[in-house]
């Protein structure tokens, strides 16, 4: 199936979102088709033809 992954097109195989996101650092936020998703369900967010994935990742500094 394909999904919009940060503005990019992505084949995903059937995957749930936290299969996507081990490629990603560790502080990161989520939205799909606009809408946050809190860290304690990515395990259970199965995703769908056409869904658009953001992947915001924090940086710290000074």
Same mark, same amino acid.
């Given at each position: ?9 992505? /084949?995903?195989?059937?995957q ?31 995703l769908? /033809?056409g869904?658009?994935? /953001?992947?915001? /990742? ?5």
């Amino acid at each position: 199936m394909k999904i919009l992954l940060n503005g990019n097109t992505f /084949e995903a195989k059937n995957q749930g979102l936290a299969s996507i996101l081990i490629n990603f650092g560790e502080h990161i936020a989520i939205s799909i088709n606009g809408s946050v998703i809190p860290k304690k369900t990515w395990q259970e967010v199965e995703l769908k /033809e056409g869904d658009k994935i /953001e992947v915001i /990742e924090l940086v710290g500094g000074g």
